[in-house]
């Protein structure tokens, strides 16, 4: 049902194949929540010219995204799956059960693509009850700036030029790192830009409890923890000798560390992700 005041598209309406059938030729996303529009973001910014469409429940965020990215937004599943060269699944985990029960009486195409956090590729499969070839990738928000990672990894026998598809499209958001299925959750409760930002709040926050105003605060934190990994990210010198460089014995960076750790500064990041990975695990059975 076409929601009511809207403009599907701005596009031309998709050109058939000679039998009269929508051609399928789009990267079609089903959900178009946060990670959809941080990947759109990057992808427009790095001039992927494959045909775009867009499925949600949710006619303003259609509306959205196809004012901010000039994608085709298409509020019909089955319109939009009908386009699909590729699918690529982007709603919550807890989501992702219902709305392959809702696509297992139409035509898929063979390759889709899941973005949900701790959903398995068995779960997938059985789920949509259809010869669908999955893979999964982790992404994050960061892909916007095309300065992110996505983990991959691909159920067996998936078709090795799809597999360079895959790649390609998520290789205009940032790097690409194919890891094995049994690692995902590992790389999801590490990989999150949160960590980041939660260091940086976590920084500033106790450099203003010494006195130093906000902005202030906020620069020296930001550059403390962008500065040194991005010289590590790019040069060749191990972490352990960039620390050596940064912290002398007995000054004041290796004080502050070595309190840290006191303080079980790795014990509670460790907890962290333990308590990711169990949250991770939760998402398996939908
Ligand atoms: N956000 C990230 O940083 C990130 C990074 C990597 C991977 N992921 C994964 O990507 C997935 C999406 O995350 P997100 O943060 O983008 O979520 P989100 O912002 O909640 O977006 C999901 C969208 O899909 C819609 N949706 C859910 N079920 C639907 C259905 N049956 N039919 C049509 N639309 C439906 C949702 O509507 P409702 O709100 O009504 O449900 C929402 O608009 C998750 O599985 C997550 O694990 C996210």
Same mark, same amino acid.
Do not use: C
């Given at each position: ?8 598209? *701005? ?6 194949? !000679? ?26 910014? #790095?001039?992927?010219?494959r045909? /775009?469409?867009? %499925?949600? *429940? %949710?006619p303003?965020? !259609? +509306?959205?995204?196809? +004012? ?10 089955? @319109? ?7 699918? /690529? ?7 992702? +059960? ?18 949900a #956090?701790?959903? @398995? ?11 669908? %070839?999955?893979?999964?990738? &982790?992404?994050?928000?960061? =892909? @916007?700036? =095309?300065? =992110? !990672? ?5 159920? +067996?026998?998936?078709?090795?030029a ?5 790649r ?10 194919? /890891? ?17 930002? %939660? ?18 605060? !906020? ?33 004041? #960076? ?5 309190? &840290? ?6 014990? /509670? ?11 991770? @695990? =939760?998402?398996?059975?939908?």
């Amino acid at each position: 049902m076409k929601a009511a005041g809207m403009t599907v598209a *701005r596009k031309p309406p998709p050109k058939r194949s !000679l039998d009269g059938a929508p051609r399928k030729n789009a990267t079609v996303f089903l959900g178009g929540g946060r990670i959809t529009g941080a990947l759109l973001a990057g992808l427009r910014l #790095a001039g992927y010219d494959r045909p /775009i469409v867009v %499925h949600d *429940r %949710h006619p303003g965020k !259609l +509306r959205q995204l196809n +004012r901010q990215y000039g994608v085709t937004v298409e509020p019909n599943l089955r @319109r939009a799956l009908e386009r699909a060269h590729f699918l /690529i699944l982007a709603v919550r985990p807890d989501s992702v +059960r219902e709305l392959l029960k809702q696509t297992k009486e139409i035509p898929h195409p063979e390759i889709a693509v899941s973005l949900a #956090a701790g959903v @398995r590729l068995a779960n997938l499969r059985a789920w949509m009850g259809q010869p669908v %070839h999955w893979a999964r990738a &982790m992404p994050s928000p960061v =892909g @916007r700036s =095309g300065r =992110g !990672l996505t983990a991959v990894t691909f159920e +067996r026998n998936f078709p090795a030029a799809a597999r360079r598809e895959v790649r390609d499209l998520f290789v205009r958001v940032g790097s690409v790192l194919e /890891i094995s299925e049994n690692k995902f959750d590992a790389f999801t409760v590490t990989y999150s830009s949160s960590h980041g930002y %939660h260091a940086l709040a976590a920084l500033a926050g106790a450099a203003e409890e010494l006195g130093l105003d906000r902005k202030t605060a !906020l620069a020296a934190a930001a550059h403390a923890l962008a500065d040194g990994i991005l010289a590590w990210r790019e040069g060749n010198i191990s972490l352990n000798d960039l620390l050596r460089e940064a912290a002398t014995p007995g000054g004041i #960076a290796a004080t502050t560390m070595t309190s &840290m750790d006191k303080s079980g500064y790795k014990r /509670i990041v460790q907890r962290g992700l333990r308590a990711g990975m169990s949250r991770a @695990r =939760g998402n398996a059975d939908g």
